[in-house]
């Protein structure tokens, strides 16, 4: 039974993320800007005051991008290899900045995992024991966290809780059984509010040991994000007055510029739905509905799989939606908040991809 909480709750979450878009508004309209504080005081920062020490790595700070070279690929989330010791599959991730094309005018300065945005995706399977290998080329410290996964806690990427910073130059291996199956992602831990939004961050997946049925024909993985570009210089992106993003993008690409789903009639497309950024996104499918199949990595049972045509996805929230091809033609699939389907408040753009479903 719906309960009037659980009703109101998408309607409270919405709310919040008007106010995140569109900032704090002071008494006759006026907008209320962070402040910039040195900090040296000691003090903390009071609401609304932003604390800065001016180093690279603070959210007021931009991205370094010079000496960054240009990204050697155009696609992110590129299914990463692995070699095998023993019965461990073994996989490695670099931290590194690099220069990164969101739309062909739009170069931002990303934080990356092996030069690409997304990082690479990392698809092992119920049962395995995996080895990830960090090295830290970033010019501040980092860590990964396995979102959603459980494993051994010194493996988990908390900074300074289960484990030290990796420093610039360091490595650091995370080793874990894959007890799990489903949707997940990898994202630094450290100052999280800087390094996630300027693209450390990865998708995760794990098939079942035992599948429950057969596989779909098209399965993607789609990472929600936000970005902030300012007259070529890149800063992270954050729900707070004068930080708000411009740019938003399906894996690391804002339209036209996303990749596009091309299937035939009757095939079975599988959504992975990551919520990368510090945002809510309410995903809508044009033409047939949709059926949700995992919600964080658990898979629904069939009885209880809702038909929609649009999820909210929220920061950190997987959802996987099976969609059939059962209508030929173009068909759009966007975020519902209009603000968030435009480049630099110009539309179409943002976060939008086109289905093509053929004969």
Known sequence: MLTAGMLLLPVLMMMLVSACDLGSLAPGGSQVTATASPGSDGAKPTPGELKSTGKVGDPDQPIPADGVETASVDEGAQLLPYKMDGDTKVFELTAKPVRWKILPDVTVTAWSYNGMVPGPLIRVTEGDKVRIILHNRLPVPTTIHWHGMVLPNGMDGVPDM???????????????????????????????????????????????????????????????????????????AMPMAGMEPNYFTINGKSFPATKEITLKKGQRLRLRFVGAGQFIHPMHIHGPAFKIVGTDGHAVPEDQQLTKDTVLVGPGERYDVDWVASETGDWMLHCHIPHHTTNAHEEPGGLMLMIHVTP
Do not use: C, N
């Open 162 to 236: 289960t484990q030290p910073p990796v420093q610039p130059g360091q490595d650091f291996t995370y080793e874990f059984p894959v007890r799990q199956s489903g949707t997940y992602w990898y994202h630094s831990h450290f100052h999280s509010d800087v390094q996630l939004p300027v693209g450390l961050y990865g998708p995760l997946v794990i098939d079942p040991k035992v599948p429950a049925g057969p596989p779909p024909d098209v399965d993607q993985v789609l990472m929600l994000s936000e970005w902030r570009w300012l007259e070529g210089d890149t800063y992270p």
